[in-house]
């Protein structure tokens, strides 16, 4: 178990290992769920997209049109790792 001191502030600094082990890396936020009991549960916040926003990127990237059988040869080859 990590222990942590508290700032006259109120800030902590979370070691090296711990904020390795919740996969976040500098400049990221962290989510803090408060239970009733007393208890927090801490993680990594993670935005959470949309497919909306996904192809959103996509937009105005090509001219062409696939058909939805060209869409799946090339969903086929890549699953099998062929280009």
């Avoid at 993680?43 to 990237?61: C, E, H, M, Q, W």
């Avoid at 059988?69 to 699953?79: K, S, V």
């Amino acid at each position: 178990m990590a222990t942590l001191t508290v700032t006259a502030r109120g800030q902590v600094t979370f070691r090296k290992e711990v904020l390795q082990h919740l996969g976040i890396k500098p400049g990221e936020k962290i989510e803090l769920d408060l239970l009733p009991d007393g208890r927090g549960v801490l993680k990594a916040a993670r935005p959470a997209g949309s497919i909306k926003s996904f192809v959103g990127l996509l937009a105005d990237r090509t001219r062409k049109v696939a058909t939805i059988e060209e869409i799946n040869d090339a969903a086929a080859r890549g699953w099998a790792g062929r280009k």
